[in-house]
C-alpha cells in the first residue's frame, strides 16, 4: 500500500468498516476486462478467514463467470464527505474502504443457503429470526467469497 498513514491494521477496526458497508462491489474475470457488480453482503470469520456470503438470482452473468472463473475481488466503502479547502488541490475526500481478493463459489446446500441467508438479513435489519421456506432457498444463488488478500484504509 503506497499511502501507509492511511493503512488500518487493527483487525477490530477492519470489522467495523465492514459491518458499516452496506454494498460489496464483486469484481469477476470476464474475458479481456473485469465485471464489477454491486451486492448486498454479510461478513463473517471462519477459520480466522474473512468470508463474505452474496444473495443472486439463479441465472446470468455473474453466474457465469463464476462458474468459469473462481478468482475475484472485492471493494466496500463507507464514511463518504468531501473536505472543502480554498484551493482546488486542497480539496480531499474522506472515506473508509476494504479492498481484497480470493476465491468464490456456489454454495450448494439448503441449510447452508439458509445461513447465509440469514447472515445476510441480519446485516441489513439487524434481525435474526428469519424464515426461509425451502422453495425461497431453492430459488436463489449463495455466492461464498474466501479471502485470500485484504487491504483496509481510511481518510478520516
Same mark, same amino acid.
Given at each position: 500500500?503506497?499511502?501507509?498513514?492511511?493503512?488500518?491494521?487493527?483487525?477490530?477496526?477492519?470489522?467495523?468498516?465492514?459491518?458499516?458497508?452496506?454494498?460489496?462491489?464483486?469484481?469477476?474475470?470476464?474475458?479481456?476486462?473485469?465485471?464489477?457488480?454491486?451486492?448486498?453482503?454479510?461478513?463473517?470469520?471462519?477459520?480466522?478467514?474473512?468470508?463474505?456470503?452474496?444473495?443472486?438470482?439463479?441465472?446470468?452473468?455473474?453466474?457465469?463467470?463464476?462458474?468459469?472463473?473462481?478468482?475475484?475481488?472485492?471493494?466496500?466503502?463507507?464514511?463518504?464527505?468531501?473536505?472543502?479547502?480554498?484551493?482546488?488541490?486542497?480539496?480531499?475526500?474522506?472515506?473508509?474502504?476494504?479492498?481484497?481478493?480470493?476465491?468464490?463459489?456456489?454454495?450448494?446446500?439448503? &441449510?447452508?443457503?439458509?445461513? #447465509?441467508?440469514?447472515? =445476510?438479513?441480519?446485516?441489513? /435489519?439487524?434481525? $435474526?429470526?428469519?424464515?426461509?421456506? &425451502?422453495?425461497?432457498?431453492? #430459488?436463489?444463488?449463495? =455466492?461464498?467469497?474466501?479471502? /485470500?488478500?485484504? $487491504?483496509?484504509?481510511?481518510?478520516?
Amino acid at each position: 500500500m503506497r499511502r501507509t498513514d492511511r493503512e488500518i491494521l487493527d483487525e477490530k477496526k477492519i470489522l467495523q468498516i465492514i459491518e458499516a458497508c452496506d454494498c460489496c462491489r464483486l469484481g469477476l474475470c470476464d474475458g479481456e476486462a473485469p465485471y464489477v457488480v454491486p451486492l448486498n453482503f454479510a461478513h463473517c470469520m471462519e477459520g480466522g478467514k474473512h468470508i463474505f456470503y452474496f444473495h443472486s438470482a439463479k441465472a446470468g452473468r455473474k453466474i457465469e463467470l463464476i462458474r468459469k472463473n473462481k478468482k475475484a475481488g472485492f471493494e466496500m466503502d463507507t464514511a463518504h464527505s468531501v473536505q472543502s479547502a480554498v484551493k482546488a488541490c486542497g480539496y480531499t475526500f474522506k472515506y473508509q474502504s476494504v479492498i481484497g481478493q480470493g476465491d468464490v463459489d456456489l454454495v450448494k446446500t439448503r &441449510d447452508k443457503k439458509r445461513k #447465509a441467508l440469514q447472515m =445476510i438479513m441480519g446485516h441489513y /435489519s439487524g434481525r $435474526s429470526d428469519w424464515q426461509f421456506e &425451502d422453495q425461497m432457498v431453492d #430459488a436463489v444463488e449463495i =455466492i461464498r467469497l474466501e479471502v /485470500s488478500k485484504l $487491504s483496509c484504509k481510511e481518510n478520516m
